[in-house]
């Protein structure tokens, strides 16, 4: 018997995806709580001043006298576990443009998917350049020279960037889609696009556009959970 089957949340994939990143995301930051870091202006994140001002400078105010090496040991557990975070929204990123794709069957929704993967690849590349100049720094050996610093530094910009670019992207479609929670989406995305801009010359709206992108990862997923397709159906048997 064959049977009319109403698929109502082509979503539900990335969103269950999208899900586990954030909490893995939570889980990234244990290591850091309860320990003070000087971040260098302007920011006042030290992860982020640590991406975005790699210098012997930087690192030198992050971790002040940290005698007994809590701080180092910290920065390397939670960039460590910042690679299951990686994971995590890489296979949310590429999944969310690949029902994008299907849907519209347009080619660059399905180019985002690769880009997906390029901006992981990148923040994988960034973090082990950090576990390199950490483990350095742990064990008292002579920091390395100035291209390691620049390449904790392009890799940072490369993701990113990359992520101005992929939700930029996205944007026309959610906006196209006459939904409230999507229009909402698409002008954070906007906005993101724009604040990357003024990132990219001014460091003082880097840590401004950072925020812009993590408010609209928890959006996206909402989307996802809540967004419904009336209409579209396929036969089942």
């Known amino acids: 018997m ?3 089957c109403r698929m109502n949340r082509p979503f539900l994939l990335p969103a269950f995806l999208g899900l586990i990143a954030i909490l893995l995301a939570m889980l990234m930051n244990l290591p850091l709580r309860g320990l003070h870091f000087d971040a260098p202006a302007p920011f006042t994140n030290p992860v982020l001043a640590l991406e975005f001002a790699p210098s012997a400078e930087t690192l030198g105010t992050l971790l002040g006298s940290d005698a007994d090496g809590a701080k180092v040991t910290a920065l390397r557990a939670a960039t460590l576990r910042d690679n299951l975070f990686v994971f995590g929204y890489t296979l949310f990123l590429a999944a969310l443009a690949s029902v994008v794709w299907r849907q519209t069957r347009r080619k660059r929704y399905l180019l985002l998917g690769f880009l997906a993967l390029f901006i992981g690849l990148s923040d994988l590349m960034e973090n082990g350049a950090i576990q390199m100049l950490l483990s350095n720094f ?6 390395s020279d100035a291209m390691d610093f620049r390449r904790i530094r392009m890799f940072a910009w490369a993701k990113w960037l990359g992520l ?3 939700f930029g992207a ?4 959610l906006w196209g889609r006459g939904w409230l929670l999507g229009r909402g989406l698409a002008i954070v995305a906007g906005i993101a696009v724009v604040l990357a801009v003024m990132a990219r010359f001014y460091p003082e709206w880097i840590e401004a556009y950072v925020t812009a992108v993590f408010a609209a990862f928890p959006l996206a997923v909402a989307f996802c959970f809540l ?6 159906e396929e036969r089942c048997v």
């Open 227 to 232: 967004k419904k397709e009336a209409g579209s």
């Open 170 to 173: 996205l944007a026309p479609y």
């Open 164 to 166: 101005a670019v992929y």
């Open 2 to 4: 064959i049977y009319i």
């Open 138 to 143: 742990q064990n008292d050996m002579l920091l």
